[in-house]
């Protein structure tokens, strides 16, 4: 498998989102508990909370732009 067909596989970007993008699952998905405190101002946020938040939006970026590569080669 190539780094081109690694980035451009949704099937694998949508596996890891709902696994590693979500986890833990209670009492809520983590993403977005961390996306509702940002929202909120971030106040209290330290820097484990953003890197943490990036950790666990990683997989959904990627998905959507494995997306949009896959459209657009279509």
């Known amino acids: 498998?190539?780094?081109t067909s690694l980035f451009s596989?949704?099937?694998l970007?949508?596996?890891l989102s709902l696994t590693l993008g979500l986890a833990p699952f209670t009492?809520?998905?983590h993403i977005w508990e961390?996306?509702?405190w940002v929202a909120a101002g971030a106040e209290g946020m330290a820097p484990i909370d953003?890197?943490?938040l990036v950790m666990h939006?990683?997989?959904w970026v990627l998905l959507v732009w494995s997306i949009f590569?896959?459209?657009r080669n279509r």
């Open 9 to 11: 596989n949704p099937l």
């Open 69 to 71: 590569y896959r459209l």
């Open 1 to 3: 498998m190539n780094q």
């Open 27 to 29: 009492p809520e998905p």
């Open 50 to 52: 953003w890197f943490d």
């Open 57 to 59: 939006a990683t997989p």
């Open 13 to 15: 970007w949508l596996v």
């Open 34 to 36: 961390k996306i509702k």
